[in-house]
């Protein structure tokens, strides 16, 4: 990679933000299309957000993904908010076009792609997602425009019903909010089709934990954990074990992470260039084997 007085910035902004495959899977990117930009990450905490937007707009970075805790916060320091963002009320992605700083939520979009690209079709199916927070909300967005019925179940309820009535005001198709427990899971996924982790249940360190419980699950389930550290949670270990289909939570950061590399770029994503650098970078770090 070389860098030089025209090289445009890319990052990311969070806290933290030490463990992010962001910068290997972007400069991977960047390097194989010969693009002169790079990518790297900043720590940047909550009272430092608002200058952070200014001197990225005021240095000329290219673009910035945001993650927690800025996914919300960001939006009021910004010029303009997709749609899609704006409904969902947080931005994932960052272009600056000319001193002008437009956000995006890749999220969703990169949650269905990974699905489709795993040979999953949403068309006329039931999802049940678990979670109502940030990335759940961008999920539920996307999910409501392409699945027959969306169930959303939260350990809060008020959040899933809240959340499951702006979709249905949006979308008008049947999307319903309930309380997480293992009876409401016991029925809803005795009929779905689609499960999707959104929760934090099994991240490390809690690597033996899982929102569900490994007798409710079966072979007819195609189950997505947007988890991705460790590789392949429990929920995913207790899916294979049934025969159910599993889609890794490493490729919704793959996709998302690519929809935010074309917004950037106005180039084709080299999807597989991306996902090798996130593999060879969790095996680095001792998280595969």
């Not at 996914?71 to 908010?81: P, S, W």
């Not at 949650?111 to 909300?137: F, Y």
């Not at 899933?160 to 427990?181: C, P």
């Not at 934990?209 to 490994?214: D, E, F, K, M, Y």
Request: glycine residues 8%; aromatic residues 4%; proline residues 3%.
């Amino acid at each position: 990679m070389s860098i030089n007085g025209k090289t445009r910035v890319c990052a990311i902004i969070g806290d933290p933000v030490e463990h992010s495959l962001s910068p290997v899977m972007h400069n991977a990117a960047f390097q194989k299309l010969g693009l002169n930009l790079v990518y790297v990450a900043f720590k940047v905490t909550k009272d430092g957000l608002k200058d952070a937007i200014s001197g990225a707009r005021s240095l000329g970075l290219r673009g910035l993904n945001v993650t927690m805790p800025h996914k919300n916060a960001v939006i009021y320091y910004l010029d303009e908010v997709d749609s899609t963002a704006k409904t969902i009320g947080a931005v994932n992605t960052i272009l600056n076009n000319q001193e002008k700083l437009v956000g995006y939520n890749t999220d969703g979009k990169g949650a269905m792609i990974a699905l489709q690209e795993n040979g999953i079709s949403t068309e006329e199916k039931k999802m049940l997602l678990l979670g109502a927070g940030g990335a759940a909300k961008a999920i539920a967005f996307q999910a409501a425009q392409e699945v027959e019925e969306l169930v959303i179940v939260n350990r809060t309820s008020e959040k899933a019903e809240q959340l499951a009535k702006m979709l249905g005001k949006n979308f008008g198709n049947k999307v319903n909010g309930r309380k997480l427990s293992d009876e409401v899971l016991k029925q809803e996924l005795e009929t779905t089709d689609i499960l999707v982790n959104a929760t934090s249940v099994g991240m490390h360190p809690s690597v033996n934990s899982s929102p569900v419980p490994s007798d409710l699950l079966h072979s007819d389930l195609c189950v997505m954990d947007i988890i991705y550290n460790p590789l392949e949670t429990k929920l995913a270990k207790d899916a294979k074990a049934v025969g159910a289909k599993v889609v890794s939570g490493l490729d919704m950061l793959l996709y998302q992470g690519a929809v935010a590399f074309e917004i950037w770029t106005n180039c084709p994503a080299p999807v597989d260039v991306m996902k090798k650098a996130a593999l060879d970078k969790l095996a680095e770090q001792g998280d595969i084997h």
